[in-house]
């Protein structure tokens, strides 16, 4: 069964950092895109990140760039999401997402609650 666990998650105060990482299991890693998700309370599920298959390229939401970095580590079944400054309108769960080209689904993870607040 392919499963995507996120974890690091948690409370942070504004202007500080946190780590969120996402283990892979039951899917051949290196063949999927992976991405970061976020969905705050009433608002619409929003793509904070993607890193293709080699991690040779990136792409971020306008509204992280420049704060958050998506990584990850093929040999692990690894991808993170590197995040810095954090502000109180980054609070959402976040989501870990695989895509592989040849498949029409997406896997998802469970989601982890970054809450950002003093």
């Known amino acids: 069964q392919v499963q995507l666990v996120e974890s690091g998650g948690g409370l942070v105060q504004p202007g500080g950092s946190l780590r969120l990482s996402c283990a892979a299991s039951?899917?051949?890693?290196?063949?999927?895109?992976m991405s970061w998700y976020r969905q705050a309370p009433g608002k619409e599920r929003e793509l904070v990140a993607t890193?293709?298959?080699?991690?040779?390229?990136?792409n971020y939401a306008d509204s992280v760039k420049g704060r958050f970095t998506i990584s990850r580590d093929n040999a692990k079944n690894m991808v993170y999401l590197e995040m810095n400054s954090l502000k109180p309108e980054d609070t959402a769960v976040f989501y870990c997402?695989?895509?592989?080209?040849?498949?029409?689904?997406?896997?998802w993870g469970q989601g982890t609650q970054v809450t950002v607040s003093s």
């Open positions: 890193i293709t298959r080699d991690g040779g390229s990136t």
């Open positions: 039951g899917l051949t890693f290196s063949r999927y895109a």
């Open positions: 997402n695989a895509k592989w080209a040849v498949l029409a689904y997406d896997y």
